[in-house]
Structures are given as C-alpha cells and as structure tokens.
C-alpha cells in the first residue's frame, strides 16, 4: 500500500499563493506517477497536475496551466502542488494520488486538505 498524507492547505486572499505538500510512505516511490486532483462542494473530481515517476513529464489541464506547478522530491518521497494567482473557484478539497505506470487509474489516495480562497 502507498500511504499519501497532504499538507500545506489553509485559507488565502484570492491572488495568494499557497504550496501543498503530500508525504508518501509504504511503497517504492519513485516507481509511481503522482497528480494532484480537487473537488469542491457538489462538483466532480478533477485533475489539476500530473507528474511522472522520475518528474521529467508534467502534465497540467486548462484550468491549473500557468498559475500551479507540481513536483516531486524522489529522496524525501513527497510530491508539492505550488498554486499561485488562487481565485476563489480554487477552493476545494485538494487530494494527493498515485498510480504504479502500468495502471490506468490511480489507486493511492490521501485524506484530503482543504484550500479556501477568499474574493
């Protein structure tokens, strides 16, 4: 099992920034693609930041290109989501997830931090 556990969440003015973090523990992380998914209240899951086992490839929809960028850090198992220029339609439950390469869906979730933004 790969055991996800964000961090980093919290309440911002709306052109803040903010960095969350998600420590992983359990499996050999370098072997998992990682991503960074939202869902805020009475709205789908999406996708917001896509990152490769060795981070070489990021992968990022309309909405988070050019204000979030991931990462990974392979030697401290951690996996960040750095969102600047928030707006309010930011605010979600942010959750960090995993996938072994060979997968089609991610299998690995965390608990979840909540991102406010505030106008």
């Known amino acids: 099992q790969l055991q996800l556990v964000e961090s980093g969440g919290g309440l911002v003015l709306a052109g803040g920034s903010l960095r969350l973090s998600c420590a992983a523990s359990?499996?050999?992380?370098?072997?998992?693609?990682m991503a960074w998914f939202r869902q805020a209240p009475g709205k789908e899951r999406e996708l917001v930041a896509h990152?490769?086992?060795?981070?070489?490839?990021?992968y990022y929809p309309q909405r988070a290109k050019g204000r979030f960028t991931i990462s990974r850090d392979n030697a401290k198992n951690t996996v960040y989501l750095q969102m600047n220029s928030l707006k309010p339609e930011d605010t979600a439950v942010y959750y960090c997830?995993?996938?072994?390469?060979?997968?089609?869906?991610?299998?690995?979730w965390g608990q979840g931090t909540q991102v406010t933004v505030s106008s």
């Open positions: 997830a995993g996938k072994h390469p060979a997968k089609n869906e991610y299998d690995y």
């Open positions: 359990g499996l050999p992380f370098s072997n998992y693609y």
């Open positions: 990152i490769s086992d060795t981070g070489n490839y990021q």
